[in-house]
């Protein structure tokens, strides 16, 4: 994983799993600038946004989900 995804992987992880917070808007911004096609995925699909960013976080059987 490049320094870029793995930004791209903290900053959307952090959005996606807090509701409130004064640095939403400043990582928002973050992953606008490195990966533009991210935060438009972002904008239109959080839950595909991050199991592209983070597929690690994201279960996709309840079966995985229960072995985690």
């Known amino acids: 994983m490049s320094d870029v995804q793995l930004a791209v992987r903290e900053a ?22 490195l990966d533009p096609e991210m935060a438009a995925l972002m904008d239109s699909d959080m839950d595909a946004a991050l ?9 996709d059987s309840p079966q995985e989900a229960s072995d985690a």
């Open 12 to 33: 959307v992880t952090a959005i996606y799993l807090s509701d409130s917070s004064d640095y939403l808007p400043a990582l928002y911004s973050v992953v606008q600038a």
């Open 51 to 59: 199991a592209l960013a983070a597929p690690d976080l994201v279960a």
